[in-house]
């Protein structure tokens, strides 16, 4: 699951990986497959035994790896023979996307490679983590803190599906970050193991004691908790941090809670940016919760009408992130390793009765080359103004060479030292 600018694809990254739990064979499957060639071989990279690519993250295996241990990159991994692999500890922020069957309190949860890691002894902080905002950052610091005091790992733990989808899936909101994101958020806080269990109808209706005596305890083995004065486990919700600090008490687990994080008098929440962000409100997440909002996708063909005009725009595909308004917006845009100011424009384009709701078009700035089929990632700035069906062809070029000096200003002088 490559976090940033990287090729994810590359990467042979696996959203989640279903244990099909028979024996000691695993079957993973992943949400994106793993790519491989016509002959259904790994790519190179991941068929390389010491290194394990993980988006801009490399996990290292143990110098006494076994030379077979990239075997368990892919589609079949050995139980046995992965639980002896060691990720080096403290590694860079790795995402285990195994789900974790709970029930299976023997199994450890898989890195994305297919590693076994342990997690005893670590310090989890449970949350969907949606943005990593502000209060998200302070909890997963003190996650950090705890877990240096009781030298262990510091776990971030999400369920995913979000547990809304099975409740009421009439009623999920649409995520402002994807997983990676989330991990390539918590990396520079300290996170070491960011671990994506599967929300299933069975999870939800453990009580919460059963939660907490199944993950927290037979699974995980952890020895601290870091939550939000807010955090509710267990079946309806039940469990409240009151409880929680019970039953870590109960069981000499470290228990912490954190306060939550305001702006004013606003709780800080994922609700209240994505609030922001549907009403086009591109910078009040950034100054008031340090949330920066990133909509990544493949660049499609679009109607081929921008390089005819001397804006040739990248149309954007497959996001899975919310997406703001109609209108036209300041960002910049990461291809590869570079970044380049970028000039976006959202929604449908009046002018040439094209175009619809949910569009994203990226005009990058100073940037000549083909894109098609390459993965893009933009973030947003700041919104300039409204969609506008203009006259003709002229007035609308005219006021795109408004838009692009206001990006790029926007841009330099965010480039220039504080
Ligand atoms: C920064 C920017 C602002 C734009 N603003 C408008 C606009 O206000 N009204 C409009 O009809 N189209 C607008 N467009 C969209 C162009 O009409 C569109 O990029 C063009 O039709 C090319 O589309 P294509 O990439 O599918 O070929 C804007 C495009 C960009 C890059
Ligand atoms: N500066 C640039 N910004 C965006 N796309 C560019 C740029 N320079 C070249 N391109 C290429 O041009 C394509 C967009 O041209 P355009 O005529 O708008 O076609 P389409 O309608 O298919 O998007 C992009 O997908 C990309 O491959």
Known sequence: MGPGRKNTDACGTALIAPIKRNGAAAQVSSERPLPRDGSGALPEELQRPNVIRHGTTRLRLAQNSPPDAAQ?????????????????????????????????????PMTDAGIAVDLRGGVLSIGNFDGVHLGHQHLLKQTRRLADQLSGPAIACLFHPHPIKI?????????????????????????????????TAELLSLTAET???RLILQNLKVAGLVEGAN????????????????????????CQIVPLQTSGDQTISSSKIRNWIEAGDIESPIQLADYRHVISGRVVTGDQRGRSIGFPTANLGDIDVLIPPAGVYAGSASIGEKRY????????????????????EVHVIGYSGDLYGSQLQVELR??????????????????????????QQLWLSEQKPQ
């Not at 079949?76 to 403290?90: D, E, I, Q, T």
């Not at 409740?167 to 671990?195: F, H, K, N």
């Not at 100011?341 to 994203?360: C, M, R």
């Open 167 to 199: 409740l009421r899936p009439q009623s999920v909101p649409v995520r402002l970050t994807t997983i990676e994101r989330r991990a390539e958020l918590m990396q520079p806080l300290g996170i070491d193991y960011l671990l994506v269990c599967q929300t």
């Open 72 to 108: 368990n990159v892919g589609s079949s991994v050995r139980f046995r023979r992965a639980r002896s692999l060691l990720v080096p500890f403290p590694p860079c922020l790795a995402i285990v996307t195994q789900i974790v069957h709970i029930t299976d309190v023997d199994q450890r």
């Open 231 to 254: 955090f509710c486990f267990g079946k309806a919700r039940a469990g409240d941090t009151d409880l929680l600090r019970q039953l870590s008490l109960q069981n000499q687990l470290e």
């Open 382 to 407: 700041s919104k300039l103004r409204d969609v506008i069906s203009f006259a003709d062809q002229r007035a609308l070029i005219d006021q795109l060479n408004q838009d692009v000096s206001a990006a």
């Open 341 to 360: 100011a970028a000039a976006i424009h959202l929604g449908p384009s009046p002018t040439f009765q094209s175009g619809q709701q949910g569009k994203v």
């Open 211 to 213: 939660f907490f005596q």
